[in-house]
């Protein structure tokens, strides 16, 4: 796979244009959002939300596996919930006379994991690494997990009493962190207006298949990006660290700046972005739309002051 | 010490950065292209050895993949130390000594190896590529044939691929393809073929090398300044190239091709040897119907020259126009009518000869004369008996030359190259009992029995015949060629006789192979019916010839030749010099403004565009430090909407200029420039579009 010519980045940046209007017909109001959560599966990383419950994450999880016509499973996180709940189990089969495997929902292509940080760590880190490596080990074999396989992870800031919090180094395996926040006036009358959003999913269209999907995927990491776009990155992660010298360098930064792999995940949803935008190479631009979704839950205390502070880094570090 | 402390001591001695797994594996490729054309030449101990160590270290890397975990295999220095000091024992079991070129390059080829298993950091590497280097030129010690340039240049590109390789952090080398790296060392060679084109050209040379190598004795092939049964017989199992002649004209037919080589004038009952004789020939008057030609000598650490009987003149260095005088010049004549050069021939000399195609010469003075009678006081009897016999009843010296070679003719000798041993009295043994033999033993059993006969006699050692290359009209005399006649004083003349054309006619009227039964070992290339494999042979000798005369030869004289061709010689060397210097910081110069010249079109995008930011910042909308080109546009835009075609073509040619994929097609680059200065010319200027925007 090399590197692609132009004419082929248009037709997925229409297919993209198509299922993002598909998707803004249930989730109202949230373009930016929803085009960041497409730009994310196609960069092959996974996504987290944090956000108060009732404000369509469920929906978003949903839209977005039946218009891609994949495959989707919910678990809902519980103090109770064992690793074996997420990943499955393997039972005693009397007519057949042996163990027979029964494949929990993260066999699935998009998993949404309600409300993560209600499970103890065990749990969430048998999830979390299924999402790392693509496999899961049970009983000693080792089973793959479908390709694509995405996951969106919900977590409610606001009931933390009686929770188990994400370490921040379980956060670094998110490729982005998004809020999806309240609706605007307008979107929140077209919701109470507009009828069940939920049945509204099963009359969408599958607009894509899971090999084009891959497909998207290889385009999207053989995208161009010149030494000029590495030298923008590669400021603005020295600048993460506190390195820059320049007027107006947010020095909470040095306190935990972005590591090289975020620099990758970086580069990687940029290309993403750009091929959804129809671009053959990837522009500063594109670095700064996604900087945000993927810088904040990287950088120091909490998505809410990493997002400040993500955008406080892009507005100082000038374009080289 | 644990084992974090010791890395930590081993950091601060090495402050190079560890060599990559893909580093090393370049590194290993490059000592084995190194070591592949010098190995042919060493005992196959060392040569396998050499390897050996290479594939060793290769192995514990893979061994170190396989187990990340596990420490990296280290072979403690000390153990390397004593593995060089066995090393150097073993070579000079080998070899019989240390301090010699031959061992010292086997020696090498072992130490690379052993270097290499040490080798961990990006400093070791290049010191390694150094070492590959040295090692890339000792096989031109022993052979400088084009089939020996041809097989280091891998070795080369893999070299300049390692260098590549090493120079670049270790992330970025094993993303990187070896086609892709080696391309770029291709790249870079063929690059740098016009300067080293112009330097081997118009660089002066030295008349003599800067430094002598010590030459291997024993090691070349020719004729040697003694001769017993069996000599040149065992010459004649040899393929290699004595000399190449280029004739002004067509060649004279073979029965006239008497190489002249050493005379050997004392007997001991056994061999035949030189007898040094002060003073200088004669050169034979040069006339009408004789020969010129150009010989290119094969080194074989002897001083004769070869020249067809009987020299005109002195032979004269190729290129050099200066009439060579008796007692300067690089060779002079022997009494005996030797060309004799003044040192050794250790390397291919190329010299003008001329000859006239003679068998006779006058004696110079009738006291040496008794010199050519000389024989042991014992030994051969019968031979001496039956000389004495024929002298009573021929009176004539010519009479008795004719009746001898009637005699040889006659009786049933067998011209072979597989004589029976002759222990004593090898003569008579010969003559009367198994009356087999090579050249070697015609002409010594004649000059023994003229001898005895009472005429002056002696041995001469050459060639005789050759074979004339189709292509290239060249001809080529061959180990194989080697041959021996008679020399006597019949009528106050040295004339030339030659008994084994008595024997065997068609080894001088056509050659070697024609002249012995079928069955016996003539090397493959004297013969005449080998088809095929004989005109490859041929096509590539024409190659070898070539580039012998052209590349290898190529010595300060050619390169004289040369400047007189192109009319360039009245200039001084050090104007040459300064001129191949100029053109080859020309090149350079051509080189770097061709980069340049991409720069420039990278900085014209770039000052376009600058321009277009400073018109809009002086309209009121100056550009954020942090602002892209597509989000300025669009800024812009909104603020004067009726440019926003001009702004998005700005913005959108320059971003494919600026962070783009290099261009596809040829043109698309300056069509991109093209866009992004016609759209800044539409862009109003800046007074303007503050007027607009008021």
């Not at chain 2, 003679?358 to 024989?375: F, G, K, T």
């Not at chain 2, 030659?498 to 290339?525: C, K, M, N, Y």
Request: aromatic share 8%.
């Amino acid at each position: 796979m090399t590197v692609r010519p132009a004419s082929q980045v248009v037709p997925v940046a229409q297919r993209a244009a198509l299922i993002l209007r598909e998707l803004a017909r249930i989730v109202v109001g949230k373009d930016d959002t929803l085009r960041l959560a497409l730009t994310c599966m196609i960069a092959r990383g996974h996504l987290l939300i944090e956000d108060i419950p009732g404000v369509g994450k469920s929906t978003l999880a949903q839209a977005l596996a039946t218009v891609l016509g994949l495959g989707h499973a919910r678990i809902q996180f519980t103090s109770d919930l064992l690793p074996a709940d997420v990943l499955g189990v393997s039972i005693y089969d009397e007519r057949a006379g042996g163990f027979r495997f029964h494949a929990g929902p993260i066999f699935h292509p998009v998993v949404l994991a309600d409300e993560i940080n209600r499970a103890p760590p065990k749990t969430q880190s048998a999830l979390l690494e299924a999402m790392e490596e693509r496999q899961v080990s049970i009983d000693g074999q080792t089973r793959k997990l479908p390709d694509p396989f995405f996951v969106i992870a919900t977590q409610n800031p606001v009931e933390q009493i009686g929770a188990y919090p994400l370490p921040e180094s379980q956060l670094d395996r998110f490729l982005m962190a998004l809020e999806l926040g309240y609706p605007d006036a307008s979107a929140e009358r077209e919701l109470l207006a507009g009828g069940d959003r939920r049945a509204r999913i099963a009359e969408l269209p599958a607009l894509a298949d899971a090999p084009t999907l891959v497909e998207w995927q290889r385009e999207a990491a053989a995208l161009h990006v010149a030494p000029a776009l590495l030298d923008y990155v590669q400021a603005l992660l020295a600048a993460s660290r506190g390195h820059a010298s320049g007027p107006g360098t947010a020095d909470a930064g040095a306190r935990r700046g972005l590591s090289p792999r975020a620099g990758l995940m970086l580069l990687n949803a940029a290309r993403a972005w750009a091929l959804v935008g129809g671009r053959p190479m990837v522009l500063p631009e594109d670095v700064q739309a996604v900087f945000g979704a993927v810088a904040s839950h990287r950088l120091a205390g909490g998505a809410r002051a990493g997002a400040l502070l993500a955008h406080s880094l892009l507005r100082s570090v000038p374009l080289p | 010490m644990r084992p974090a402390a010791r890395r930590g001591r081993r950091r601060a001695r090495t402050s190079s950065p560890p060599l990559s797994a893909t580093q090393i594996r370049w590194l290993g490729a490059l000592l084995v292209c190194a070591q592949l054309p010098q190995a042919p030449h060493l005992p196959l101990w060392v040569a396998a050895f050499g390897l050996l160590l290479v594939g060793l270290r290769l192995a514990l890397l893979r061994r170190d993949r396989a187990r990340p975990d596990a420490p990296p295999a280290r072979i403690p220095s000390w153990t390397l130390v004593l593995f060089a000091i066995a090393a150097a024992l073993a070579v000079r079991a080998s070899y019989g000594y240390l301090l010699g070129r031959d061992p010292s390059v086997a020696f090498l080829y072992i130490l690379v190896g052993i270097k290499f298993l040490e080798t961990r950091t990006v400093r070791d590497g290049s010191l390694l590529v150094a070492l590959a280097s040295f090692l890339l030129v000792t096989p031109f010690f022993t052979s400088q044939s084009p089939l020996s340039a041809l097989a280091v240049l891998p070795a080369l590109l893999v070299l300049g691929a390692t260098l590549d390789v090493l120079a670049r952090p270790p992330g970025h080398a094993s993303e990187r393809r070896p086609p892709q790296a080696l391309a770029r060392a291709g790249a870079l060679v063929l690059q740098g073929i016009p300067i080293a084109a112009l330097l081997f050209v118009l660089f002066p040379r030295i008349g003599a090398p800067l430094w002598g190598v010590p030459g291997e004795t024993g090691a070349q092939t020719g004729l040697s300044d003694t001769m017993a049964p069996g000599t040149i017989s065992e010459l004649s199992l040899s393929d290699a190239v004595a000399f190449r002649v280029d004739f002004d004209a067509p060649p004279p037919p073979p029965v006239q091709r008497y190489w002249r080589g050493p005379v050997l004038s004392r007997f001991d009952g056994q061999a035949w040897s030189l007898m040094p004789r002060p003073g200088t020939g004669n050169l034979t008057p040069w006339s009408a119907g004789g020969v010129s030609y150009e010989v290119t000598l094969e080194p074989h650490g002897k001083p004769w020259l070869f020249a067809l009987d009987l020299p005109a003149s002195l032979p004269r260095p190729a290129g050099d126009d200066a009439p060579a005088s008796a007692d300067a010049g690089f060779a002079f004549l022997a009494r005996d009518q030797q060309l004799i050069a003044r040192t050794p021939v250790t390397q291919v000399i190329r010299y003008a000869q001329r000859s006239m195609l003679r068998d006779a010469y006058p004696q110079a003075d009738a006291e040496e004369a008794r010199e050519y009678l000389r024989l042991p006081l014992r030994g051969n009897p019968r031979t001496t008996e039956f000389a004495r016999e024929l002298r009573a009843r021929h009176a004539g010296d010519r009479e008795l030359v004719g009746a001898i070679l009637a005699w040889f003719r006659a009786e049933a000798f067998v011209y072979t190259l597989t004589p029976p041993l002759l222990d004593r009295d090898p003569v008579d043994a010969f003559l009367f009992d198994t009356r087999r033999g090579f050249c070697e033993h015609y002409a010594s059993a004649f000059v023994v029995m003229m001898r005895a006969a009472g005429i002056p006699a002696r041995v001469v050692t050459g060639y005789q015949g050759g074979e004339v290359n189709p292509r290239g009209g060249y001809l080529i005399v061959r180990q194989s060629d080697a041959h021996a006649w008679a020399e006597v004083i019949v009528d106050g003349a040295w004339q030339r006789v030659d008994p084994t054309g008595a024997v065997a006619p068609s080894r001088i009227e056509i050659g070697l192979s024609q002249a012995v039964a079928a069955g016996e070992p003539v090397p493959l290339f004297a013969r005449l019916d080998a088809g095929w494999i004989k005109n490859v042979q041929l096509a590539f000798d024409a190659l070898n010839h070539e580039w012998r005369r052209n590349v290898v030869g190529f010595n300060r004289d050619r390169q004289r030749e040369l400047w007189r061709d192109l009319s360039i010689d009245r200039y001084a060397g050090w104007q040459i010099a300064a001129l191949a210097g100029a053109l080859a910081l020309a090149w350079a110069g051509v080189t770097l403004a061709l980069a340049g010249f991409a720069q420039a079109r990278r900085e014209r995008a770039q000052a376009l565009w600058g321009e277009a930011c400073l018109r809009l910042e002086r309209a009121g909308l100056p550009r954020m430090p942090h602002e892209g080109p597509i989000a300025y546009a669009a800024r812009a835009s909104r603020r004067w909407p009726q440019f926003a075609i001009a702004f998005s073509a700005i913005a959108e040619s320059y971003a494919a200029l600026h962070y783009g994929p290099p261009p596809a097609r040829p043109g698309e680059h300056e069509a991109l420039v093209a866009t992004l200065a016609r759209a800044v010319d539409v862009l109003p200027g800046a007074a303007q579009l503050r007027a607009t925007a008021a």
